[in-house]
């Protein structure tokens, strides 16, 4: 890169005295939660707030740099975090030890066969057979064969879960379990992205909500593989643990680990946006019409974007993952992981990684924070329905006081793209008209 | 007074003016046609008097009454149609049920008009419960102009109504027109088939770069010779 | 041929109730596309919202169904559908014109009803808690069992009584929508402006009126289908997103844009999740006698868990958008 990249996007160099007011804020804030809740508590929140800062830069490049709507953050994040658990978690001897390995190894040969077979008996027209007769062949192949893999799948983790409890871990260190989770998250991104990107943008929106759900039921559901919702505890860190240098230092090491990789990230996005690459993906998303003069190559643009952002979803789950020390996958919720992070890109600055950082930290901040709040509140008007009308008082008032944090999510997503369509820190496009 | 009166128009699309004053002026029982090259604006101001674009000086006047700037429906209502160039069906919708769309805000008419629209476009009878998007360019460019009658406009609005059509079809096309304007309806039409257009406009106005450059009888500008030399293709 | 029955009671009738919700849902869906451009993801707590004040109506006054002989709640269906339609307008003005009327793309329109669906999802989780209610509160749901009378044939088929005031249901608001978009002057003002809004707009039609008169379609239309599915089973307030997909599913399978299609669609889908569902093994039973030796049929034969049911919808769309993305009946707007 040297300077000749005369780009549409090079501001004028101007004092960014909006990004360092901001960021004092931020830092008067998280000083504040420190002085208020102790080091400990308050160190954890910024780990997590960092790990919510990578998802948001992971979606910050499909929706602010590609205009792509991802609506299932949360089904990455859990595939990253499944890798994080999968990697690092000690091997259990009781599967390993067992005739089970090499069961499962049969059965996922036989579903290798299997789809060689229906792909070979989907090509049999080039043998001169009718195509219609090929078709029904094919699917009659497929859904039989698909019923017998099946069926010894079903046998192999029955007795997976009865007799090893579950397939255990491969106990390696937990940044494999990362590089992994953003692996496997980045090719269920390529997946769904070859189905949607040439289509209309809603559909991507469906088809990525749909796939986080599907990926939570999955990992719910399949107890050989996750031990369901029995829970997997706890994952190895990849610095020193509390329990040998005590809470605040070990999490601030942690901190300082999800630090460097924000900061790597930060650095190649940046090198990214400004290269011709990055020209050319905000080109196609400002105005599709004249990019598709430029013929195929805008399709392979979408995907190598999406993938991108979905690779750094599943890193970012995986380090969520391992932080939490817990795979729970019953507690991948779409709230927590996807609409906060839809809230923390669209409020902090689309496509801005400086903006969508500080939206990520803003964000997470003021969400735990109002969770006491919100229980504050919702207690003050029980007690104030119960003085003035006579209410009973609600059982579960933590729920509820959950349900407010839903509406409030909701309200400031609608409020923010109605009054702020462009964030607190806009991006620094220049738009030539 | 006159039945169109547009007065020095200024208008054009995000801060770019595409008309620069131009002056258009029919009687009742006329046929105005506009004629020019490309980009002179003719499109943009059949536009700018239906309303579908900003008029930013000027005035256009229907019947004495200033009207630019009102939306659509209320042009519609004051006796106002628009034949758009292209997307000028509803493809879905059957024959018939584009020209009750037509007559949307007179429902009371839609039987009297939908008889005289099909004697004005007779090929429209037998398809009417085909869909629109069906029918051959010509008969949808019947469908379109039907729709726009169905309302009982005072002026119809015709943007180049023969465009892409073979010359039999366009023949047929200006034929019908002619028999409207017979009916009492004002036309005012833009057309890129100058010399055919001019042959039934009792008024013909030659736009350039958004400005008139002759205003005559349509007579008058086929016998100019300048006119010919420059935008009659000699 | 009591399997039979069996297949009766598991396939074909529960596939027709899942099959008539998720149609009148996926038509309401389409409807909202076909005029707006987008897809409407707080569609499915729409659903929710019109089944929540049924419920309420019916808590408040639960003997109103008795004085004619029908259950409360469908008494109340029809005043739900109006406050339905009314949020719906409602949520219109406040929530989508604004973006309208700054002309943003279709996706911002996406999210802004992931926005609302939040906003719903959590008030109305708020007022009636997470867990199920009945809707059937001071009536008793009758169960029909109809014997068979075939000799040797001891399952009934069971069909309940919501079950069948939702397949009349069903059918009322099918012929309704058919000839409200076909014989009315509004419902033909719906399919041209649908078909191109400019010129519906240069033909007098007022857009806006339209645009109202769609969303109290879907907000009435959504109130059915959450009503009907509570009904069914119970009202349960964390259906939102497991519902969105496969209604959306259905409204692309049909042809987005296209309301019969979204019809087809959504028994397409429900039926394709109930096969998926049931269990082969118990139709294959008869014949285990003939099989060869080495072919022993394991107990389970379905092609997913119900805990997997969700994978249907999301399968049948992959395969529609990678096969047709029109739609089985071409849609107007991929």
Redesign the interface.
């Known amino acids: 890169m040297d300077k000749t990249t005369t780009d549409s996007v090079v501001a004028p160099r101007r004092f960014p005295l909006r990004e360092i007011l901001l960021f004092l804020v931020l830092l008067a804030a998280v000083l504040g939660v420190y002085a208020l809740m102790g080091a400990a508590y308050s160190t954890r929140m910024l780990v997590e707030a960092a790990c919510y800062a990578i998802l948001a830069l992971g979606l910050t490049i499909q929706w602010g740099y590609a ?1 792509q ?1 991802n ?1 299932g953050v949360m089904g990455f994040v859990a595939l990253g975090g499944f890798c994080a658990m999968f990697f690092s978690v000690p091997v259990n001897e009781a599967f390993w030890g067992s005739e089970l390995p090499g069961e499962l190894a049969r059965v996922l040969l036989y579903g290798i066969g299997a789809v060689l077979l229906v792909v070979g008996a989907s090509r049999l027209d080039r043998l001169g057979v009718p195509r219609r007769l090929r078709t029904t062949i094919a699917v009659v192949l497929a859904v039989v064969l ?2 017998v893999v ?2 010894a799948l ?2 192999v983790t029955d007795q997976i879960e009865s007799r090893a409890g579950f397939v255990g871990g491969l106990g390696l260190p937990a940044w494999v379990g990362w590089i992994f989770g953003g692996a496997l998250a980045g090719g269920v991104g390529y997946f769904i992205g070859r ?2 990107l040439g ?5 991507l ?3 990525t ?3 986080a ?2 990926i939570k ?2 990992l ?2 399949s107890d050989w593989l996750t031990r369901g919702t029995a829970t997997v505890s706890p994952l190895p860190w990849p610095v020193p643990g509390p329990a040998e240098v005590g809470f605040t230092l070990a999490r601030a090491l942690y901190f300082s680990v999800t630090a460097v990789l924000i900061a790597a990230i930060f650095f190649l996005l940046h090198r990214a946006y400004h290269a011709p690459w990055g020209r050319m993906i905000r080109a196609i998303r400002d105005n599709e019409v004249s990019a598709s003069a430029m013929g195929k190559t805008i399709n392979r643009r979408r995907l190598e974007i999406f993938v991108l952002g979905c690779i750094l979803m599943g890193i970012g789950g995986a380090v969520l993952g391992s932080f939490n020390s817990l795979f729970d996958p019953q507690g991948y919720l ?2 927590n992981h996807t ?1 906060l992070v ?1 809230v923390m890109v ?1 409020l902090g600055g689309p496509g801005n990684n400086l903006g969508t950082i500080f939206g990520a930290v803003a964000v997470y901040v003021i969400w735990l924070m109002s969770e006491p709040l919100a229980l504050f509140l919702m207690e003050l008007a029980v007690s104030f329905g119960e003085g003035a009308f006579g209410w009973d008082t609600p059982t ?1 008032l933590d ?2 006081a959950l ?12 409020l923010v ?2 009054f702020a ?1 462009k964030g607190l820190l806009p991006e620094k496009a220049k738009h030539i ?1 | 007074m006159p039945l169109l009166d547009a007065r020095d128009v200024h208008g054009g699309y995000g801060g770019m003016n595409i008309l620069n004053g131009v002056d258009m002026a029919i009687e009742a029982d006329e046929i105005g046609v506009i004629i020019g090259p490309n980009g002179a604006g003719k499109s943009t101001m059949l536009k700018a008097i239906f309303g579908l674009l900003h008029v930013s000086q000027g005035e256009v006047l229907l019947r004495g009454e200033p009207i630019q700037n009102l939306p659509t429906n209320k042009l519609v209502h004051k006796g106002m149609g628009f034949v758009p160039q292209e997307y000028n069906v509803f493809p879905s919708l059957t024959v018939k049920e584009n020209l009750q769309m037509g007559a949307y805000l007179k429902p009371g008419n839609v039987k009297r008009m939908l008889a005289q629209v099909y004697e004005f476009f007779p090929p429209l009878l037998e398809k009417r419960h085909q869909p629109a998007g069906e029918l051959s360019g010509g008969q949808r460019q019947m469908v379109a102009m039907g729709r726009a009658l169905m309302a009982e406009p005072e002026l119809l609005l015709l943007d180049e109504p023969t465009a892409g059509l073979s010359p039999l079809y366009m023949h047929e096309i200006l034929e019908r027109v002619k028999a409207i304007n017979a009916a009492g309806v004002g036309v005012l039409m833009v057309e890129q088939n100058a010399k055919q257009a001019l042959a039934i406009a009792d008024k013909g106005f030659v736009l350039a770069n958004g400005q008139n450059r002759f205003t005559d009888t349509g007579a008058a500008l086929l016998a100019d010779p300048e006119v010919a030399k420059s935008f009659l293709g000699g | 041929m009591n399997e039979l029955v069996f297949f009766i009671n598991n396939v074909v009738i529960a596939g027709s109730v899942t099959g008539s919700i998720y149609a009148i849902g996926a038509v309401g869906v389409t409807l909202i596309f076909s005029i707006m451009r987008f897809a409407h993801f707080a569609h499915g707590d729409m659903m929710t919202f019109g089944a929540f004040m049924v419920l309420l109506l019916t808590t408040l006054f639960p003997q109103a169904g008795a004085a004619i002989g029908v259950p409360t709640p469908l008494i109340m269906l029809p005043l739900a559908m109006v406050l339905t339609a009314a949020l719906a307008v409602g949520l219109d003005r406040a929530f989508y014109k604004p973006l309208r009327a700054h002309g943003v793309k279709p996706i911002v329109f996406v999210i802004a009803s992931l926005g609302v669906a939040l906003m719903l999802q959590g008030l109305i989780r708020l007022f009636a808690g997470t867990g199920g209610q009945s809707l059937y509160v001071d009536d008793r749901k009758e169960i029909f069992r109809l014997a068979l009378p075939i000799e040797g044939v001891r399952v009934p088929v069971v069909i309940t009584e919501p079950q069948l005031y939702l397949f009349a249901l069903t059918l009322v608001a099918v012929v309704g929508l058919h000839v409200f978009l076909s014989r009315s002057r509004l419902g033909k003002a719906m399919r041209a402006m649908s078909d191109n809004p400019d010129l519906a707009q240069a033909s007098g039609i007022n857009t806006h009126t339209i645009v109202a008169v769609t969303w109290m379609l879907a907000g009435g239309l959504a109130a059915i289908a959450g009503t009907l599915l509570s009904l069914d089973v119970t009202f349960k307030p964390d259906l939102s997103f497991f519902l969105l997909l496969p209604i959306f599913a259905a409204a692309i399978v049909g042809g987005v844009g296209h309301p019969y299609g979204a019809i087809a669609g959504g028994f397409v889908v429900g039926f394709a999740e109930t096969l998926a569902v049931f269990n082969w093994n118990v139709l294959l039973r008869p014949f285990r006698d003939s099989l060869p030796e080495w072919l022993s049929l394991p107990g389970n034969l379905a092609f997913v868990g119900t805990e997997y049911k969700i994978v249907v919808p999301f399968f049948i769309l992959v395969v529609i958008l990678v096969w047709r993305p029109t739609g089985i009946f071409k849609g107007k707007v991929i």
């Not at chain 1, 289509?199 to 559909?203: E, H, W």
């Not at chain 1, 999510?409 to 609608?414: K, M, V």
Request: proline share 4%.
């Open positions: 205009g709507f609506a698909y019923l099946i069926s079903r046998e189905v949607c289509l209309r943008s809603d559909y929106a469906i088809a909500l749909g796939i759900e599907i039921a999955f719910k559901n779409p709230l609409f839809l669209i579960n729920s509820r349900q407010a944090r839903v509406f409030v999510i909701g309200l400031l997503i609608t793209l109605r369509p008209a």
